[in-house]
């Protein structure tokens, strides 16, 4: 057998915030990583996305960081990388669960012979997995874990590296104000990630211009706004589908969304019988929608579309399939900077997080 799927982690169930440890010890390299988060809601009404219980993930080796993004940037990366959303299952209602599905992923592709993580070549790896329990869902406990590794098995396969992920910056923005950050130059980027998520507003109202150059301006590689980015370069993003469960209700609900661009949403009841109510919804943007349902509605499925997940933006590098047509930063550039614009809709509080897509090599 060529591959298999072994577990790391049994499912364990949580009351009290906790950072599960898991030893990377096995010989095998490993494809992808799979984390299943699961809530259990307590009540109707929900106060953030699921996802927000998972607040950190990372691998180490010791001081080294070879991965650090929390369970929001994680499953966005997750999504752009597989070109849509897991088979999740969002039942945001009283005593039902929340299950997110997200990929750790070390290759281009599950199974990618190239580029897979070995745990043989560092000391003492490990996963950490950091629960806020109740942060997401409807005040959720107890939150659960589960962790699988995609192995390589018979196959003997010659990695040359992996693809690792960190956040370099979590910043609050200023209306109209530069955010100047000097990028590292130490492994090829594959993407550059930008996130901003405000409930209520989509991401593009707070990001203006985004604009990066070489050596003080010697080469910018583009300054544009991150819609043009969106619309051009960046054009590789999914249309991301989604079907989440809620208690319906006369007064407004919040419900909590993936999607945080271009939001638009079906609803139906999700009852044995037919009932009267209709559904309303305004201020789709930003992972958040409310939605007004007429008298008589009782629970309801929304079939939610749209684009951006949990705020974030992919800005690629190359043909991402090959790993020679990626940004080099370390081949004769001195400095990078990343230089972001607030947009005009800021009101003071607003933050941005900046997270980088490496390859970094073993050799």
Not at 83 to 107: D, K, M
Not at 275 to 293: H, K, L
Not at 328 to 356: A, H, N, R, Y
């Amino acid at each position: 057998m060529n591959y298999r799927l072994s577990t790391l982690l049994p499912k364990a169930a949580h009351s009290s915030d906790i950072t599960e440890v898991v030893d990377l010890d096995m010989a095998d390299p490993i494809s992808q990583i799979i984390i299943e988060l699961d809530v259990t809601n307590v009540g109707d009404v929900a106060s953030a996305h699921a996802i927000a219980s998972l607040a950190k993930i990372e691998i180490v080796d010791g001081s080294d960081v070879l991965f650090s993004l929390s369970g929001y940037e994680a499953e966005a990366v997750d999504i752009y990388h597989n070109h849509g959303i897991r088979s999740n299952w969002n039942a945001y209602l009283s005593g039902l669960g929340v299950t997110r599905f997200l990929g750790i992923n070390f290759g281009r592709h599950l199974w990618d012979p190239l580029l897979a993580f070995d745990p043989t070549k560092f000391r003492n790896p490990q996963l950490k997995l950091t629960l806020e329990i109740g942060a997401g869902g409807n005040a959720s406990t107890p939150n659960s874990l589960q962790v699988w590794a995609a192995l390589f098995d018979q196959k003997d396969i010659s990695p040359v590296g992996f693809l690792s992920h960190k956040e370099i910056k979590d910043y609050v923005m200023t209306q109209s104000g530069h955010e100047y950050t000097d990028l590292p130059t130490d492994y090829t980027y594959r993407k550059l990630l930008i996130r901003n998520l405000e409930a209520g507003k989509e991401p593009c109202q707070n990001i203006g211009i985004v604009k990066l150059s070489e050596d003080q301006d010697k080469r910018v590689v583009f300054d544009h706004t991150i819609v043009d980015l969106l619309r051009t370069i960046a054009i590789d993003h999914p249309l991301l589908v989604e079907q989440i469960m809620f208690a319906a209700g006369t007064d407004a609900r919040n419900v909590f969304t993936t999607v945080t661009e271009r939001a638009t949403a079906t609803f139906a009841d999700w009852a044995a019988a037919v009932v009267t109510g209709a559904y309303a919804s305004y201020g789709s943007a930003g992972g958040r929608m409310s939605v007004v349902c007429g008298t008589g509605a009782t629970n309801a499925v929304a079939i939610v579309t749209g684009y951006i997940p949990h705020g974030v933006f992919q800005i690629p590098f190359g043909d991402q399939n090959d790993p020679d047509d990626w940004y080099k930063v370390g081949e004769g550039i001195g400095s990078l900077k990343l230089d972001i614009t607030g947009g005009p809709d800021l009101t003071g509080d607003e933050t941005c997080q900046i997270f980088l897509q490496q390859l970094r090599p073993y050799a």
